[in-house]
């Protein structure tokens, strides 16, 4: 991680921070902010939001109640001038004398009409009893503004005139049907004998040239008797004009929703699909210099982690993975270069002792080069072993299934088994371990390895006359192992680094007995299992960090 606080890869890239910004940079240029081109996802956010706004338009068309109630409310006013014309009718009939309205006997039919004021293009016809027309009159319209309220222009109706034009050039490719509707006075006539019947009767689907009209019916009575039929009819074509004009309106709002449908998800798009698209580069770009084999610059995985959602967690985990691997390829480096110096010395130990071997005559001399041989290959030998141990430790962790054991339990057969060991060596072995048991979730094995490599330390720093303490306690949701002893301690220089790999603190005679990976090891087996370790003195007293250290103390927390 540079001083920036940009997650970089590799610290031997020469290039200049900003030629990777450069080519982001050049990247969003040539996509573009709003750009389709090349963004699958944008395509799609488009694409769904347009699908939902389409099925919300199609489920309004089809169920467009405000259409249906202007319908009714039109039925209901045809239904009603229909009866206050009958009306009209029967005020002028005379009372008592029969009435035949077919002859003009009693009132003149076409006269009474004719002095109707009724809207423009709405009809009305006088039928006789045997269904026979007696006459008929359109109106004119009513006068200055009363027509405005029966209009059934709409308006301008640009986008269904062009959807219907369409429709009609795939219509006229298909056969048709050709064959005209009957008069409307025929269709009137067929309601003449139901009225009589049951008095008011509605059609709402009255076939005229121009489209369909409604049409109410309303008998002329004179006392009881049916002297004729009333037939009002709304202007020709005014279902089509209605609905023509709903869906006018329906599109014009639907083509406004889509336009801002497609902006809110092009915007949307690209608050999602540029911040993907530029973590996806930075990952790229370095790969593409890897397959290229070019010399590498810093590669910047974009900060957007103030982002409070999903992208914001994307770019916060791939910056620490890339940091987690930065780290990793740096450690393994300095792995690489500790082994190679931690072998060299004892190579150059053999390289001389071999040289020297040649040289010299006297036996014991040789006896002496001999031992030294041979304690070099040892050390080699556990060296490359103690690597090759390491080295899998990583994938062992992973690969190994946790299972929940009694530390307890394992603790007390460690204790009995090393226990022995520093007893034979005159050292007192003390245990002090709770009562019960304490179940952790973890791989015995290895935190066996653990407590093996801090007990075999302690008895190996310990001689004739000198203790080692074990003792566990729980603590809420922790359990702490310790390993004490009261050998020399701990040099205070050395206690911030006794976890490294290879560092070795030991008397001369010990040389080359270790490879100074245990404690390492140790530390990476606990820090897998969510736990930590740590080594410091036993002193005296807390106040005076000055005194000789009494010994060594090694603390192991692990989660329960």
């Given at each position: 991680m540079d001083?920036?606080?940009?997650?970089?890869?590799?610290?031997?890239?020469?290039?200049?921070?900003?030629?990777?910004?450069?080519?982001?940079?050049?990247?969003?240029?040539?996509r573009g902010y709003l750009s389709l081109k090349n963004s699958p996802l944008t395509r799609r956010i488009i694409t769904f939001n347009l699908i939902a706004l389409n099925i919300l338009a199609a489920g309004i068309l089809y169920l467009s109640a405000s259409r249906d109630s202007f319908i009714d409310q039109r039925i209901a006013n045809l239904a009603s001038d229909a009866v206050l014309i009958s009306n009209v009718f029967e005020v002028g009939l005379p009372s008592g004398a029969p009435v035949n309205l077919a002859t003009g006997d009693g009132m003149d039919v076409q006269g009474r009409l004719q002095s109707l004021t009724m809207p423009k293009g709405v009809k009305a016809f006088v039928f006789d009893p045997t269904g026979a027309l007696i006459g008929g009159v359109e109106g004119a319209g009513l006068g200055g503004d009363l027509d405005a309220l029966f209009e059934t222009d709409q308006g301008a109706t640009f986008i269904t005139d062009a959807l219907a034009g369409v429709w009609g050039l795939v219509a006229g490719a298909l056969p048709a049907d050709t064959q005209l509707p009957a008069p409307v006075t025929d269709q009137l006539s067929e309601l003449v004998a139901p009225t009589i019947s049951n008095g008011l009767q509605v059609r709402t689907n009255l076939s005229t040239p121009d489209g369909l009209a409604f049409a109410a019916t309303s008998p002329i009575l004179q006392g009881d008797t049916t002297v004729g039929i009333v037939a009002v009819v709304s202007a020709s074509g005014e279902i089509e004009a209605i609905a023509r004009s709903e869906r006018e309106r329906m599109f014009q709002m639907f083509i406004i929703a889509t336009l801002v449908s497609i902006g809110l998800s092009l915007v949307l798009a690209s608050t999602i699909a540029n911040p993907l698209s530029d973590l996806a580069e930075a990952a790229e770009l370095g790969r593409d210099r890897d397959a290229r084999k070019m010399r590498h610059n810093r590669i910047r995985i974009p900060d957007l982690t103030a982002r409070p959602d999903e992208i914001g967690r994307l770019s916060g985990a791939l910056r620490g993975m890339v940091s987690a691997l930065y780290n990793r390829i740096e450690g393994n480096e300095q792995f690489a270069a500790d082994v190679a110096h931690e072998i060299k010395n004892p190579l150059a130990s053999l390289r001389s002792a071999v040289g020297t071997l040649r040289m010299v005559k006297r036996d014991d001399q040789r006896e002496k080069l001999l031992d030294v041989i041979e304690h070099d290959v040892r050390r080699l030998d556990r060296l490359v072993s103690d690597i090759s141990n390491a080295s899998r430790l990583d994938s062992e962790l992973v690969k190994e299934e946790e299972e929940e054991f009694n530390l307890l339990q394992m603790l007390n057969n460690l204790n009995q088994y090393l226990g022995e060991d520093a007893r034979a060596k005159g050292i007192e072995y003390i245990t002090d371990m709770?009562?019960?048991?304490?179940?952790?979730?973890?791989?015995?094995?290895?935190?066996?390895?653990?407590?093996?490599?801090?007990?075999?330390?302690?008895?190996?720093?310990?001689?004739?006359?000198?203790?080692?303490?074990?003792?566990?306690?729980?603590?809420?949701?922790?359990?702490?192992?310790?390993?004490?002893?009261?050998?020399?301690?701990?040099?205070?220089?050395?206690?911030?680094?006794?976890?490294?790999?290879?560092?070795?603190?030991?008397?001369?005679?010990?040389?080359?007995?270790?490879?100074?990976?245990?404690?390492?090891?140790?530390?990476?087996?606990?820090?897998?299992?969510?736990?930590?370790?740590?080594?410091?003195?036993?002193?005296?007293?807390?106040?005076d960090i000055t005194s000789e250290p009494l010994g060594a103390r090694f603390v192991v927390g692990l989660p329960v």
């Open positions: 001083k920036s606080g940009d997650v970089v890869l590799g610290d031997d890239w020469v290039v200049p921070d900003n030629t990777v910004e450069r080519e982001l940079q050049d990247s969003r240029a040539q709770p009562a019960g048991q304490i179940r952790v979730n973890g791989l015995e094995a290895r935190l066996a390895q653990v407590f093996v490599n801090l007990i075999t330390n302690a008895i190996s720093f310990c001689e004739e006359g000198d203790a080692i303490r074990v003792w566990a306690r729980k603590r809420e949701n922790r359990v702490l192992i310790v390993v004490e002893d009261t050998g020399p301690g701990i040099p205070d220089q050395a206690l911030t680094k006794i976890f490294k790999r290879f560092y070795s603190q030991r008397p001369e005679e010990h040389f080359g007995n270790n490879s100074g990976l245990g404690l390492a090891i140790s530390k990476q087996i606990v820090e897998a299992h969510g736990g930590v370790i740590w080594a410091e003195n036993i002193r005296p007293t807390e106040a």
